[in-house]
């Protein structure tokens, strides 16, 4: 830039800027003035433009790298109920020396198992409803998104949710939700958590066994992951045998005995959701 207006005649200058005798101490280059305004060197008002030039270019990567990994928790999670997107470690309540106070303490320590990136076991809560199973998990997920480094992106899905509105895809070839959409996004997230597993076959009147369909997007989901997963449900290993097959169940189960990844409510823990009268 600076060459460029060097090379401009001086009566081409006239009205936009006047030479000065004046030297930049910087370039070596004639400082300029514009009526109103203090003298200027042309090299260093180029290079301050292309200093802040790049620095809106950095903003716009850093934004677009956060949106890739760390924004993908809040932004493309599926929720049946949005409360569970602010349920965190410090908002599980409990009291010491109980059954939820001893599963929190194994929920921490297993987040920071996912803090390292080598860890690829899956980790299962299971128990009565309303003991908070999602309330862990998106705990987890929190923890994690909010503190391993390099960033990752973090999901959380609603299995009854997400078939849901992927099975509404098969008619509405508009919509976001398609089984090609989600299979990629949730094969893409560093740490998932499939939320209320079994309940897409609960809601079944005719079966409890889950439906092919469902078995098959499923196991195409989990053996694309390969660990790296956080499942809740509400039934037991033999409840979750009569409803899914076994290449699904291996699947689901990937690391989870040899890494003691089961988090378990008994009776002991109250549904914190009960119906009080």
Not at 243 to 252: A, T
Request: net charge neutral; proline share 4%.
């Amino acid at each position: 830039m600076a060459n460029r207006m060097e090379a401009l005649s001086f009566s081409a200058m006239q009205g936009l800027a006047c030479m000065m005798n004046d030297i930049c101490p910087i370039h070596g280059t004639h400082m300029l003035i514009m009526p109103g305004h203090d003298p200027f060197c042309p090299q260093c008002a180029s290079d301050e433009r292309d200093r802040r030039e790049l620095g809106i270019i950095h903003q716009h990567m850093a934004k677009r790298a956060e949106r890739a990994t760390t924004g993908v928790l809040m932004h493309d999670s599926i929720f049946d109920d949005p409360d569970a997107a602010d349920c965190t470690f410090d908002s599980y309540i409990t009291d010491p020396g109980t059954e939820a106070a001893a599963n929190l303490y194994k929920a921490r320590h297993l987040a920071g198992r996912y803090l390292n990136l080598e860890y690829r076991a899956n980790t299962i809560l299971t128990g009565n409803p309303g003991t908070g199973k999602t309330h862990l998990a998106m705990g987890m997920l929190h923890a994690v998104n909010d503190h391993i480094q390099p960033p990752v992106a973090c999901l959380f899905i609603s299995v009854n949710e997400m078939t849901r509105r992927v099975k509404d895809s098969f008619n509405n070839r508009q919509s976001w939700y398609t089984e090609e959409h989600v299979t990629r996004m949730v094969s893409k997230a560093n740490l998932l958590v499939l939320d209320d597993l079994g309940s897409e076959s609960s809601m079944r009147s005719m079966s409890n066994e889950s439906s092919d369909w469902t078995q098959q997007f499923l196991f195409g989901l989990l053996n694309k992951r390969k660990g790296r997963t956080i499942i809740t449900t509400n039934l037991t290993s033999n409840g979750l045998t009569k409803i899914y097959n076994p290449k699904l169940l291996s699947r689901m189960y990937w690391g989870v005995e040899k890494n003691g990844g089961v988090i378990k409510f008994t009776d002991a823990t109250e549904d914190k959701r009960k119906v009080l009268f």
